[in-house]
């Protein structure tokens, strides 16, 4: 926010709820897609609240699938001039088993990517 605020941008939150973390081994659900969504739906509400309290405009964006190619498309949708992103700090171990979102974004966007640390 303080970027968006010290430039005059606007700010576009993009969440992406990953239906395959979601599942136990088996194939049951850890939680239902739906919920998660509305659970994530609230968190970037709030955000968004605060951003415009801020006097900074601020929509949301909230998709299901791979997190990586989604923000990516987001970011081109949305013609962002800068992503930024957290980075869940997973270690080795986390990144061979689940990827790293972070990683593909700021190897593959054609913007500009700022990966802050959790």
Do not use: C, K, N, Y
């Amino acid at each position: 926010m303080a970027i968006a605020r010290r430039t005059g941008a606007r700010l576009t939150v993009v969440s992406v709820v990953d239906p395959r973390i979601l599942r136990l081994p088996g194939g049951r659900f850890l939680r239902r897609v739906d919920q998660e969504q509305a659970r994530v739906e609230s968190g970037v509400q709030a955000v968004v609240a605060r951003a415009r309290a801020s006097a900074i405009p601020a929509t949301f964006l909230v998709w299901q699938g791979d997190p990586s190619e989604l923000i990516l498309e987001a970011a081109d949708a949305e013609d962002a001039d800068l992503v930024v992103m957290g980075s869940h700090g997973r270690g080795r171990l986390g990144r061979l088993v689940l990827g790293s979102t972070s990683a593909r974004v700021s190897t593959e966007s054609t913007r500009r990517v700022l990966v802050v640390p959790s």
